[in-house]
């Protein structure tokens, strides 16, 4: 049985926005965890574009996989389903949005060694506001996390602030912009904490708070396994994702449905237009105008 949190974390993360949860997964389930990510990443081997399962690096090829993304592995992977539903992840969960939780989405990003692509800040409300901020995600760490290999970075307690504009040229682009005057006024990206840890270990952040990350340069991988969860009584604003009956009540993985969403004041920006460029959060960003982070095109070319 996982610990939960402690009530000193649970306060840290209504302050600041984040908080890092040790041990959440370990032994063979970690090691299964591994292996069953290990085997569905080779199978990329024969894909040759982005399907929905899989989002590649653009330096992929046949015959040289390389995987940035497995999309929503939960509803194609019953070992994923099932951990997405692990009462230790819930246990967790439900300290800090209350015991009636639904699994919202998932994803696992894959930042491969020497040239993981990097995600701009961003704040996950621009994707899918709903009707309260009960909602977060997890980040389950299959490697060992340190400040060199492509961490995920949050600025502390800009989950209470604005919800900035991730819009280029009149479209969503799934980022903050560089020349935004209203971030650079309100943060100092230069005291952005980064989610270290341990495999096993399992960050959690508020869906309004800022986070990126930058390339991996390191010689070693780093992966994170993401679930995005909600308040029972949170409504999506921008709609369900999928069919009706499967997302009230299958995806809920705790608790009983509620058709009496609850409403909070908090700052909405509604996704649209789409973003030129569809598929993942990759793809979204190559629309935004100046960047944060190098890409690894872009480390090549100083090289």
């Known amino acids: 049985m996982v610990a939960k949190l402690t009530p000193e974390e649970v306060a840290f993360y209504h302050e600041n926005g984040y908080v890092v949860a040790r041990g959440v997964v370990t032994g063979e389930k970690l090691c299964a965890l591994q292996r069953e990510t290990d085997r569905i990443v080779a199978e990329a081997a024969g894909v040759t574009e982005h399907n929905d399962v899989y989002d590649l690096e653009d330096s992929h090829s046949p015959s040289n996989p390389r995987v940035r993304r497995l999309k929503e592995p939960y509803r194609h992977f019953e070992f994923f389903n099932q951990l997405a539903r692990d009462p230790d992840v819930l246990d967790i969960v439900e300290q800090l949005v209350g015991p009636d939780i639904r699994l919202y989405g998932g994803k696992m990003n894959l930042k491969s060694a020497g040239f993981g692509a990097p995600v701009e800040w961003h704040q996950d409300w621009a994707f899918y506001p709903h009707t309260n901020d009960d909602v977060l995600a997890t980040g389950l760490l299959l490697d060992t996390c340190d400040e060199m290999n492509g961490p995920l970075m949050v600025m502390p307690g800009s989950h ?130 100046k960047r944060f982070f190098e890409t690894y095109d872009e480390a090549r070319k100083t090289e």
């Open 160 to 289: 209470k602030g604005p919800t900035y504009d991730h819009h280029a040229d009149g479209y969503f682009c799934g980022a903050m912009s560089a020349d935004d005057e209203e971030a650079a006024q309100n943060l100092d990206y230069s005291k952005a904490v980064k989610l270290t840890g341990k495999a096993g270990d399992m960050t959690i952040h508020h869906v309004r708070l800022v986070h990126g990350s930058a390339m991996n340069e390191s010689n070693r991988q780093r992966r994170l396994l993401l679930h995005e969860y909600t308040a029972g009584d949170a409504w999506p604003l921008v709609g369900l994702k999928g069919e009706f009956n499967q997302c009230f009540y299958d995806l809920l993985v705790r608790g009983m449905p509620n058709t009496q969403p609850r409403t909070v004041p908090a700052p909405v920006r509604l996704p649209y237009p789409a973003a030129k460029k569809g598929g993942s959060i990759y793809e979204n960003q190559k629309g935004t105008g």
